[in-house]
């Protein structure tokens, strides 16, 4: 299985290609995570779909993993024409996790989920895919012998290609009164694999999309002020801490921005390519703010010289990555951002408390702090790398609530 997992996520594709051999510290970081996974998902194949959803008029469905069947086109050769004309007949099999969460998988995953409108009228759904974009995505809506496309994105397409104006994937089905329906979905991602997946009345999807706005921007208003005040402190003190807080909590609070998915709604709506190589220079500028402002508070050139090269280092790194990514395909760097940056947060963490011994009580708001934002940089490493359920909003939710609490041991 380790094998199996290994040759997917380096097989090589005409759009993903990573160059030479892994880093052996990655190598033996996911060498060991399978080590440890009791669990195999190859046992998976081979139990059929399961039941259609059937939907009444006011038939909301939260979460439709348990109806949704998955197949995985190793061949990535398979058109959607093959499977609805009956040409190839795979077996799809049900998704036993939360959520569609495949690992970084290279080849394509299709997805099948049979709906019945069990009403004597036509009912419109708004069928929600929770992730902000993917690489890849084509969604089909079957029904009456009729094969209607619903939904197409690339990494080029536009925010305004999108059937529904929202931050995340969404598309609207039209279901035929008393009919039997199956919806198609083929996609292919090298970020972030989980996409949960909701079919919505126009209300839920309008109330629970307001109440989810109204929470995201609450946190957006709390890192706003905190921005202010550092700001503000940097005026009156003229202390390049106050700066670097700043700018750390800044490229923190524009990359959650961006993992939502309102920064590509509100931002930069016709630029599709940039939004998806977006993740990259984010996660590092984030990270070196950070190591500077680990470097400003700890004073570490005079009371930690070798701490302090080591933080030097995590910038060089970091600065390095995103120079990179510059001339090469960036798929595989933003996978290893997903290591590098616990490994920097940790580093962080250690770097303070280390500093107890120097700075007495003064650091320990510091470390509490960072505590916190290492449990969450592990909750977001466990997503990518390892195969144990952690939905997807459980990432983004630690994320949030760990920058809460380190502004709150800051200020």
């Known amino acids: 299985t380790f094998l199996t997992r290994w040759r997917r996520l380096y097989a090589k594709d005409e759009r993903s290609t ?25 046992g998976q194949a081979e139990t059929s779909s399961s039941e259609p959803v059937a939907l009444r008029q006011s038939t909301v469905v939260s979460n439709a993993t348990p109806h949704i069947g998955y197949w995985i086109d190793q061949d990535r050769s398979a058109q959607i024409s093959d499977l609805v004309n009956g040409l190839i007949a795979p077996e799809f099999a049900p998704i036993l996790k939360s959520e569609p969460n495949f690992g970084f998988e290279p080849s394509p995953v299709w997805l099948r989920l049979d709906l019945d409108n069990q009403e004597n009228t036509m009912l419109e759904r708004v069928l929600v895919m929770r992730t902000n974009f993917v690489t890849e995505i084509s969604v089909w809506h079957q029904q009456d012998g009729a094969l209607l496309q619903v939904l197409k994105q690339e990494l080029a397409s536009p925010f305004s290609s999108r059937p529904v104006d929202y931050h ?22 090298t970020g972030l694999p989980a996409m949960p997946i909701s079919i919505e009345t126009n209300m839920s999807f309008a109330t629970r999309s307001n109440r989810e706005m109204a929470r995201n921007f609450a946190f957006y208003g709390v890192m706003v002020v905190l921005m202010f005040a550092s700001l503000l402190a940097l005026v009156v003190t003229r202390t390049p801490i106050f700066l670097w807080y700043m700018l750390y909590s800044g490229f923190v609070t524009l990359y959650i921005f961006h993992r939502d998915g309102y920064a590509f709604q509100l931002f930069w709506r016709e630029h599709g390519l940039w939004n998806s190589y977006a993740s990259l220079p984010l996660a590092g500028l984030l990270t070196m703010f950070a190591a500077q402002f680990t470097r400003a508070y700890l004073d570490t050139g005079r009371g930690l010289p070798r701490r302090d090269k080591v933080l030097i280092g995590v910038i060089i790194g970091q600065a390095s990555t995103i120079a990179i990514s510059l001339g090469y395909n960036s798929e595989p760097l933003k996978q290893l951002m997903t290591v590098s940056i616990p490994i920097s947060a940790l580093i962080f963490l250690i770097a303070g408390v280390l500093g107890l011994a120097k700075k007495g009580l003064t650091a320990l708001p510091f470390v509490l702090g960072w505590s916190g934002i290492v449990a969450a940089s592990a909750v977001t490493f466990t997503a990518h790398w390892i195969d144990i359920e952690v939905t997807r909003a459980a990432t983004l939710d630690t994320m949030r609530s760990a920058m809460v609490f380190d502004a709150v041991k800051m200020g």
């Not at 052996?24 to 080590?35: D, E, G, M, P, T």
């Not at 995340?168 to 279901?175: F, I, K, N, S």
């Open 18 to 42: 990573l160059m030479g051999k892994p880093p052996i510290r990655v190598f033996c970081i996911f060498l060991l995570a399978n080590l440890l996974i009791f669990g195999e998902r190859s």
């Open 168 to 189: 995340q994937l969404a598309t609207v089905l039209q279901l035929e009164p008393n009919t039997r329906s199956t919806v198609w979905v083929r996609y292919r991602t």
